[in-house]
């Protein structure tokens, strides 16, 4: 069992995988990440995003993966910031469907450190070895998909939502 945790305004009990957008890194589904503080993080920016006056808050569930690779869904994993990696998210984000292929797929984040990168790549400024150059010296953060829904279903469970405070950054 893994413990992983999903930010964001509201308490999530019963998560739906195709609520998502598309055109996000993995593709549309239900983004969990195994990373509090990157979690906390994110509850607090859509929070402020989203609401007026809400409250952050840090959803957290158990993931049985075993239990996910017993049942043979389609899993990809990318553990680092490599070509691999930067041709999904590119192809994602452009509105390509490549996630359609996997039930789960796990990797880095495009976040505030590389989307720059990872958008100059998209529009041509930079090729795929320049992008990698820029990427290799960025730390590898966490993000898992849940694209079907069978996946959140029989192997993620509820645990628990709490407020984030803010001396929780």
């Not at 019963?14 to 195994?34: C, E, M, V, W």
């Not at 957290?60 to 990696?85: G, H, P």
């Not at 994602?92 to 990797?107: A, P």
Request: glycine share 6%; with cysteine; charged share 25%.
């Amino acid at each position: 069992m893994t413990t992983l945790y999903h930010g964001s305004y509201t308490g999530i009990e019963h998560p739906i995988a195709t609520l998502g957008r598309k055109n996000l890194d993995f593709g549309q589904g239900f983004y969990l990440t195994s990373l509090k503080q990157q979690a906390e993080q994110w509850a607090q920016l859509v929070t402020e995003r989203k609401t007026r006056n809400g409250f952050p808050l840090l959803n957290i569930y158990t993931f049985d993966d075993e239990l996910a690779r017993q049942m043979c869904f389609r899993w990809v994993k990318f553990n680092s910031y490599d070509i691999d990696w930067l041709n999904f998210v590119v192809a994602c984000r452009m509105g390509q469907e490549l996630w359609k292929e996997f039930d789960i797929v796990e990797g880095g984040v495009a976040n505030d450190q590389v989307i720059d990168t990872v958008e100059d790549y998209m529009m041509g400024i930079i090729t795929d070895q320049q992008a990698l150059g820029q990427l290799r010296y960025k730390n590898v953060n966490h993000q898992l998909c849940i694209i079907n829904q069978k996946v959140i279903d029989s192997c993620l469970k509820f645990v628990v939502t709490r407020e984030v405070k803010p001396n929780e950054k």
